[in-house]
């Protein structure tokens, strides 16, 4: 079933359930929000009292972006749902607040954030607040601890992995991150300039042995509940509290995977703020906080394997962290930190530090101690 503005209020008709935090009987006013690729989100308030509104989250059949002819399984927002309700109920208010799902039509009505700026926003202006990244790192360390395969009972872990087997949303990830950016795909592009370092990029063989290493690691490795997509554009934030939100690509697999995307998405906005030592600064502690709180989380989990854990959650982290910032710069997918540099000359240095810092990242993954040493390479 597919949602549009002119259906959607017929639907709500239908379904009441779906506005009960707003008045009984009132004249809806809805407006389509976000600039997802995937998904259409639609605000809907009270026409007479516009401060009370909910958000819509509807998946449609395909990919919204490409439209109808790139099918797309509507069960991404089962995922969404049901991570939705785990992350309230380990983390308490730090997603927003689930009002109803409707599975059939692919629906979910949510707390409306709608006073929240987005974290990778907040950044590119040069506003760094620590306390939003130790949010974060509180918030992947309580859930990836508590749903982690050594620190949950076989049966519940089993009942994880069934919960959040979403293999299509999964593949899509190899493919954009591990795979394409890495080969002639039609999605790629990047700055004019640095094609001869994105040539011997894919012609070293060292790295793309290393990346598919990686791959393999996120595709096989069933650690915990992984967020799959939580990078800065996925953090909205207000009154200094960070929610996480966009869990469509929840699954059960390398909880450093998350950290990964994290990290690399606050790396490339330190790169695209080359000429502010400042922010620099701020960034490179907000990236250190992230460990701190996160492990933090993790030895507060009684479990002998605790020290190895972190150690190898560390280090595939790293080898993530530098594949989301090189597929950020030549994949399908950039970030507005960079691209939106407009002398051509300064975004090239920024591109190409961020390139050579990602590609050391996948290298040498396996090499790094601790979070601090790679922070001073920057």
């Known amino acids: ?45 009270d ?35 049901r991570a939705l309700e785990l992350y309230n109920r380990l983390t308490n208010e730090t997603v927003p607040a689930q009002y109803d799902f409707d599975p059939e039509a692919a629906v979910i009505a949510m707390e ?5 700026n987005v974290l990778r926003d907040d950044l590119i202006t040069g506003t760094v607040d ?16 508590r749903t982690h395969v050594h620190n949950v009972d076989n049966a519940t872990v089993q009942h994880y992995k069934q919960q959040f087997a979403n293999t299509t949303m999964q593949s899509i990830t190899a493919d954009y991150v591990f795979t394409f950016p890495f080969t002639e795909h039609e999605t ?22 290393q990346v598919e290493h990686l791959k393999q690691i996120f595709l096989t490795a069933q650690q915990g509940v992984t967020h799959g997509d939580l990078h800065t554009g996925s953090v909205l934030v207000q009154d200094n509290t960070a929610k996480v939100i966009d869990a469509e ?42 460990w701190r709180t996160y492990t933090t989380e993790f030895e507060m989990t009684d479990t002998e394997l605790k020290k190895q854990t972190l150690e190898n959650i560390f280090h595939e982290a790293i080898g993530f962290t530098g594949l989301e910032m090189l597929r950020r710069l030549i994949g399908a997918a950039h970030v507005k930190d960079i691209e939106n540099i407009i002398d051509i000359p300064q975004k090239l240095r920024a591109e190409n ?21 790679i922070i001073e390479r920057l």
């Open 188 to 209: 790629n592009f990047w700055t004019p300039g640095l094609e001869s370092e994105v040539q011997r990029l894919k012609a070293d063989t060292d790295f793309l042995a």
């Open 112 to 116: 409306d954030l709608r006073d929240a």
């Open 47 to 81: 026409a007479t009292h516009p401060e009370r509104s909910i958000v819509l989250k509807h998946a449609p059949p395909y990919i919204k972006i490409l439209g109808p002819d790139y099918p797309l399984s509507t069960e991404r927002l089962t995922f969404e749902a």
């Open 130 to 145: 620590t306390a939003i990244a130790e949010q974060i790192g509180q918030f992947m360390g309580t859930v990836h601890s």
């Open 249 to 290: 690509f929840a699954f059960y697999g390398p909880i450093g995977f998350d950290l990964g995307l994290f990290w690399a998405n606050y790396l490339l906005a330190h790169f695209a703020h080359q000429d502010n030592p400042h922010v620099q600064s701020a960034l490179k502690t907000a990236i250190k906080q992230t």
């Open 1 to 45: 079933m597919e949602i549009t503005l002119a259906t959607l209020p017929n639907y709500l008709r239908q379904r009441p359930v779906m506005t009960r935090p707003l008045k009984q009987h009132t004249t809806f006013r809805i407006e389509e929000i976000g600039d997802g690729n995937l998904n259409t989100v639609y605000r809907v308030s």
């Open 353 to 373: 530090a961020a390139l050579q810092f990602g590609t050391t990242l996948v290298k040498q993954h396996n090499a790094f101690s601790d979070i601090a040493v």
